[in-house]
């Protein structure tokens, strides 16, 4: 069983910063692309970001140099470094991962639970 468990989501002023991390644990032969979506209320779930096994990155336009992804790998871990804030950066973040659970698997894509992420005017 694998688990996508996301923290770090909270409260935040515009022009602020905040950080979120999401861990992936359970049966996981190999874990392939991780990426950040959000979800604004009364909209569709968008990408935020994506980032690759070898660290390639990919952004949403309205992120680019203002967020920035990163992965651990050794702690099968994600990360979103979320900085200059505004009000249109408020929604539900989830994670995301490409997994092979196990060698004979398909790559199958896991979803986290989502974090809250509310940005104060």
């Known amino acids: 069983q694998v688990q996508l468990v996301e923290s770090g989501g909270g409260l935040v002023q515009a022009g602020g910063s905040l950080r979120l991390s999401c861990a992936a644990s359970?049966?996981?032969?190999?874990?392939?692309?991780m990426g950040w979506y959000r979800q604004a209320p009364g909209k569709q779930r968008e990408l935020v970001a994506s980032?690759?096994?070898?660290?390639?990155?990919n952004y949403a336009d309205s992120m680019k140099g203002r967020f920035t992804i990163s992965r651990d790998n050794a702690k099968k871990t994600v990360y979103l470094q979320m900085n200059s804030v505004s009000p249109e950066d408020t929604g539900v973040y989830y994670c995301?991962?490409?997994?092979?659970?196990?060698?004979?698997?398909?790559?199958?894509?896991?979803w986290g639970q989502g974090t809250q992420v509310t940005v104060s005017s």
């Open positions: 980032i690759n096994s070898g660290g390639g990155t």
């Open positions: 359970g049966s996981i032969f190999s874990l392939n692309a």
């Open positions: 995301s991962a490409s997994i092979k659970p196990y060698y004979y698997a398909p790559l199958l894509d896991y």
